[in-house]
């Protein structure tokens, strides 16, 4: 059963802006690693950005740096991905994952439904 529920998905205009939200299911995030993916059409799912649950790092893909930030609230049990100058190469199904720690994100297959992300004028 998936532990975590995605939301905060739509249509934007290239440019434009989304709060991903990932509320997860009987359990807290507090020491968890969190971390984003997102699959898009035709491609395999791809790492978009990762926070360790111990030391506060975080990954971000090459493609996102300066543009996507990822922050938990562990008393809301909910981790969040801002995106921001969005643009029609960031359409996809946006997931979340929870780990021991960031490497272990790369292991994660209890996958929730997603949200859907479509940036297009």
């Known amino acids: 059963q998936a532990q975590f529920v995605e939301s905060g998905g739509g249509l934007v205009q290239p440019g434009g802006s989304l709060r991903l939200s990932c509320a997860a299911s009987g359990f807290s995030l507090r020491y968890y690693a969190i971390g984003w993916f997102r699959q898009a059409p035709g491609k395999e799912r791809e790492a978009v950005s990762c926070l360790s649950g111990s030391d506060d790092s975080t990954y971000y893909a090459d493609s996102v740096k300066g543009r996507f930030t990822i922050s938990r609230d562990d008393a809301k049990h909910t981790a969040y991905l801002q995106m921001n100058s969005l643009t029609p190469e960031d359409t996809a199904v946006y997931y979340c994952?929870?780990?021991?720690?960031?490497?272990?994100?790369?292991?994660?297959?209890?996958w929730g439904r997603g949200t859907q992300v479509t940036v297009s004028s």
């Open positions: 994952a929870a780990g021991s720690t960031i490497s272990d994100l790369y292991y994660y297959d209890d």
